[in-house]
């Protein structure tokens, strides 16, 4: 046992902004686009209410309107909730991007790429592998593990296998938390 680690050290996975969304703009070839700041909208017809998050091609700008709740009774919805729809609130903007529900609905996937980042500690602890590192996610980004060992290792995606050591699979996205060992450069068989 005296390879067994005595470093923890925690890796955080975080959100930086909301993820764009695959998307084909019927106006131009992009197949890309944003909620931007944010905006839904509301519109009341007698007791029914249709909402809905505008989205916005990244390339022309052409905006659509994906629904949330369609021909709703006005009563069916909380009241916060409704006032979270009217001021734009950017959490209830989050919410509804990331609910894998509304996404499933419309058919739509997240591009998730420059969207999230990595927060590992300062490290200066060579003398000290190997590593023991936990992964957690702030966020549920969809990370290929191998990606982001990769990243807070400094070392190439192909590197990573010889690296560490593992049991989850390294090319799977996965938004659930892991730990993996990591050897020092050059140490592994
Ligand atoms: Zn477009």
Same mark, same amino acid.
């Given at each position: 046992m005296s390879s067994q680690p005595h470093i923890v050290l925690p890796w955080i996975v975080r959100r930086t902004r909301l993820p764009l969304l695959s998307w084909r703009c019927l106006d131009c070839p992009s197949k890309s686009a944003t909620t931007g700041k944010g905006r839904f909208r509301a519109n009341a017809n007698g007791k029914l209410l249709d909402v809905w998050l505008l989205v916005r091609c990244v390339s022309c700008d052409r905006t659509s309107k994906l629904p949330v709740h369609e021909r709703a009774t006005v009563r069916s919805i909380d009241p916060a909730l409704l006032d979270g729809y009217h001021a734009n609130d950017p959490k209830l903007v989050a919410a509804t991007l990331l609910d894998p529900l509304f996404l499933r609905r419309h058919g739509l996937a997240?591009? =998730? &790429?420059? !969207?999230?980042?990595?927060?590992?500690?300062?490290?200066?602890?060579?003398?000290?592998?190997? =590593? &023991?590192? !936990?992964?957690?996610?702030?966020?549920?980004?969809?990370?290929?593990?191998?990606?982001?060992i990769a990243q807070g290792l400094g070392c190439s995606r192909s590197e990573v296998p010889r690296r560490i050591k593992s049991d989850i699979s390294l090319r799977r996205p996965r938004t659930l938390g892991f730990t993996f060992i990591a050897m020092a450069r050059g140490s592994a068989g």
């Open positions: 997240l591009d =998730w &790429q420059g !969207a999230w980042e990595l927060d590992p500690l300062p490290v200066g602890l060579d003398e000290a592998w190997p =590593w &023991q590192v !936990a992964v957690n996610f702030e966020d549920p980004v969809p990370v290929r593990p191998d990606r982001l």
